[in-house]
């Protein structure tokens, strides 16, 4: 295996910890406050599986979104380091910002 595709296996995963990092922890986030705390507990005392997941999860309240956001910065943080290890700082810094600018967009397409 050579320099280059050791260059490029490190490339490939940072985008996938900046993935994970900037958009699925967050869509997780708008997904636990969609429905209210209430609504769902409701709706999983009379036996509604997906609710009596979902409520098992919002029950932490705030404790889940600090793990959630905790995960997304550690990814995130990790990200920066594999595309630093890839490229060089300026080049991982401008991918990451483009990568943080299409997840915010697409949170936003989401939430309206």
Same mark, same amino acid.
């Given at each position: 295996?050579?320099?280059?595709?050791?260059?490029?296996?490190?490339?490939?995963?940072?985008?996938?910890?900046?993935?994970?990092?900037?958009?699925?922890?967050?869509?997780?986030?708008?997904?636990?406050?969609?429905?209210?705390?209430?609504?769902?507990?409701?709706?999983?005392?009379?036996?509604?599986?997906?609710?009596?997941?979902?409520?098992?999860?919002?029950?932490?309240?705030?404790?889940?979104?600090?793990? =959630?956001?905790?995960?997304? *910065? @550690?990814? $995130?943080?990790? !990200?920066?380091?594999?595309?630093? +290890? &890839? #490229?060089?700082?300026?080049?991982? =810094?401008?991918?990451?910002? *483009? @990568?943080? $600018?299409?997840? !915010?967009?697409?949170?936003?397409? +989401? &939430? #309206?």
């Amino acid at each position: 295996m050579g320099l280059h595709t050791v260059d490029m296996v490190c490339l490939i995963s940072s985008l996938a910890l900046a993935d994970c990092a900037l958009y699925h922890f967050f869509v997780l986030l708008q997904v636990y406050q969609y429905t209210p705390v209430r609504e769902l507990k409701r709706l999983a005392r009379k036996g509604d599986d997906v609710a009596s997941l979902l409520y098992k999860a919002v029950a932490y309240g705030t404790s889940l979104k600090v793990l =959630l956001r905790g995960a997304a *910065i @550690v990814s $995130g943080a990790l !990200a920066l380091v594999s595309f630093t +290890a &890839a #490229t060089n700082i300026w080049l991982a =810094l401008l991918i990451m910002l *483009i @990568v943080a $600018g299409l997840a !915010a967009s697409c949170l936003y397409r +989401a &939430a #309206t």
